[in-house]
């Protein structure tokens, strides 16, 4: 298939070399920023363009992996070739595309994606969706072609799906970087846990994580809270943050499933 890629960011990067390694032929890279547009075009052997309007009209879907709020304007240039259009957004609804093409669809990778590592795209689930049932079918085989984990799901369905990934990605390695200061703070290294966090992870590959949850909180252990809090007075946004999601621990059921 000849496929022109609309951004240049991590989604795109990724992507874009998946497609190429699949086979397909990726016939541009568009980025407002024509080095950054280069750079991916060099490695994909495309065109490289920084301008909509030397999109080339030969090449059969266009995949839109830019920032959510650019979604809508870029598609309204990009319909007049009238050729399949997807974006790569968890947050952004199908109609993004619909208020301009009837040809339109979603290719969104939940993963998340940085330059300087490389994944096995195979293992990335692709949530997919269709203006209809020829266009899901189209998009569906794109998708196989890349990842052998391939899924139907509507955009109210997504919308949920990303703000999960939110939770399970963003705020852990946002707590990640406090946890680093913390220690860095008192001439201590970051190392010292990275064994935590990788046990922490795979645990939660074979048992819920209701299953495996550990730590004063869900022992209502109050003093070794109370010993937690006094040590980030001089934070008191990371005492917040402690309460809640020390509160937020005690309120759930943490309980393991009965067996029958």
């Not at 874009?16 to 024509?34: C, E, F, P, T, W």
């Amino acid at each position: 298939m000849r496929i022109s890629i609309i951004g240049s960011g991590n989604v795109a990067t990724h992507m874009a070399a998946a497609l190429k390694n699949a086979g397909h032929n990726i016939v541009q890279v568009y980025s407002r920023d024509m080095q950054n547009a280069a750079l991916l075009a060099y490695h994909v052997k495309a065109d490289a363009i920084n301008d909509l309007q030397n999109i080339s009209p030969e090449t059969d879907l266009f995949i839109i992996a830019v920032k959510d709020d650019a979604i809508g304007r870029v598609a309204e240039q990009l319909a007049v070739y009238d050729k399949l259009i997807v974006h790569t957004s968890g947050a952004t609804d199908m109609y993004a595309l619909l208020a301009f093409t009837d040809r339109a669809g979603v290719l969104y990778p939940l993963q998340t994606f940085s330059k300087v590592k490389e994944v096995n795209f195979r293992q990335v689930p692709l949530c997919i969706e269709g203006a209809d049932e020829a266009i899901t079918k189209q998009i569906e085989e794109l998708a196989q072609s890349i990842s052998n984990n391939v899924y139907r799901v509507d955009s109210a369905q997504r919308k949920i799906l990303h703000l999960a990934a939110v939770f399970a990605c963003n705020f852990p390695n946002y707590l990640y970087e406090v946890a680093r200061q913390l220690l860095n703070n008192n001439q201590l290294d970051f190392n010292l846990l990275r064994p935590l966090i990788l046990e922490t992870a795979e645990k939660v590959q074979e048992r819920l994580p209701a299953q495996v949850q550990t730590g004063p909180a869900v022992r209502n252990d109050v003093g070794t809270m109370n010993n937690h809090l006094q040590l980030l007075t001089e934070q008191p946004h990371l005492q917040e943050i402690y309460r809640l999601l020390s509160q937020g621990i005690i309120k759930m059921d943490f309980s393991p499933p009965a067996h029958k």
